[in-house]
């Protein structure tokens, strides 16, 4: 069977000679990819294909896609990285940065994710009426055997589930938002408001805007070479991930602030049971909180906002300036809560801590991190 679309991935600029660009995210899949770019020639028989390798490597890989390409049939690209940003999803991203055609299809390097699936997404792409095209373990026919064991299992149902929870208008005909196999028309997505942080780029590009999506089921199967380099710090990068898509900066501002809240108590207890002062250890829980919390709205709050705005520094001054103020002022505000409009000291607590997360909050995006 031969087919052949020069139609395919029209109003594109630069589309003119290939159809699909297939962007395969790599990380030590050295054993891995001849085998995949063999099966993926073979899979796309009749359609003008290119492959992107986007590389992360610190294996021998980019020296074999490199051989591998002198002698493939199709276009065979290698993008190395040397700071390997956003993980494979930021790798993916850089890899519809560089694509050849709007048509892009993502796929993993191990080949859990068949290649010989891919002129099915795109034979559903040709039907009309989609954005993107999810190639899912969850919708009938399909399989997630490759799931190596069974806590991963649980651990994708789980996750899948609440994830389609939380967002159940947009990811309402999605099943597996968390495929990492799917098909997507590039002049849909607006690339420069994606934050990929992992490997969930799909639901990444799924939750920030509605699109039309349609499913084909396929088979997970096991990796040809090698381990998953999926890790307990992915799932990490995870929650964070939908934390910040579902309720934006302030509620990992208040995941921050919790944190911070259980620290200052932990090193306070620790310093008294060690017989320091309680006074000395309370300044010692509140200056070493003030500055872990710092740190982390450098790392996982505000880090996209950091470039812009002024110097580490100067970002240090401003957020230690303004917290050691506010606590100082607390102490006052609470006595006048208590003493002039007799409120309860728990409600004056209360109302005091909400107003300053509120106000803290605000200082941080408008001042500390202003651009
Ligand atoms: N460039 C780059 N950078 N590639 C990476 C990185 C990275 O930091 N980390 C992993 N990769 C590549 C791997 O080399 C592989 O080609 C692909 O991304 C998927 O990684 P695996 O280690 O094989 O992940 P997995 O099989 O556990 O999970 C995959 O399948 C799940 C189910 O479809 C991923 O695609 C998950 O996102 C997906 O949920
Ligand atoms: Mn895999």
Request: aromatic letters at 10%; a neutral charge; hydrophobic letters at 50%.
């Amino acid at each position: 069977m031969s087919r052949y679309w020069s139609a395919l991935g029209s109003g594109s600029p630069r589309g003119d000679s290939i159809d699909i660009s297939i962007v395969v995210p790599t990380f030590n899949e050295a054993a891995n990819v001849a085998e995949l770019v063999r099966r993926t020639v073979a899979a796309v028989e009749g359609v003008r294909a290119e492959i992107i390798f986007v590389d992360d490597s610190t294996d021998e890989t980019p020296a074999v896609i490199r051989e591998v390409a002198a002698s493939a049939p199709i276009p065979v690209r290698l993008i190395h990285r040397d700071e390997k940003s956003g993980g494979l999803g930021g790798a993916v991203v850089e890899g519809f940065r560089a694509a050849e055609s709007d048509i892009c299809i993502v796929m993993d390097g191990d080949l859990q994710h068949p290649p010989e699936k891919i002129l099915e997404l795109v034979d559903r792409f040709r039907q009309g009426d989609v954005d993107i095209v999810v190639a899912s373990r969850y919708v009938g026919g399909g399989t997630a055997h490759g799931l190596a064991d069974r806590t991963r299992v649980a651990v994708s149902k789980v996750s899948t589930a609440v994830t389609r929870a939380m967002f159940p208008v947009k990811l309402h005909d999605v099943t597996d938002p968390m495929t990492g196999f799917f098909l997507v028309d590039r002049r849909r997505i607006d690339l420069a408001t994606l934050k990929p942080r992992g490997f969930k780029i799909l639901l990444e590009i799924l939750a920030r805007r509605s699109f039309r999506v349609a499913e084909v089921p396929f088979d997970f199967g096991d990796r040809y070479a090698g381990e998953s380099k999926a890790s307990l710090a992915q799932g990490f990068h995870f929650i964070i991930q939908l934390a910040l898509l579902r309720f934006g900066k302030m509620s990992m501002f208040a995941v921050v602030g919790g944190l911070g809240a259980v620290a200052n108590l932990l090193i306070v207890w620790a310093l008294t049971e060690m017989g320091v002062n309680y006074v000395v250890a309370a300044v010692v829980g509140a200056e070493v909180t003030i500055v872990g919390n710092f740190l982390l709205f450098e790392r996982v709050v505000f880090q996209d906002m950091r470039e812009a705005a002024s110097g580490v520094w100067s970002r240090f001054a401003k957020s230690f300036g303004f917290n050691n103020a506010e606590a100082l002022i607390r102490i006052p505000v609470m006595a006048l809560m208590v003493e002039t409009w007799h409120f309860s000291a728990v409600i004056a607590t209360a109302l005091t801590l909400v107003i300053a997360f509120i106000v803290r909050f605000v200082f941080h995006s408008l001042v500390v991190y202003a651009p």
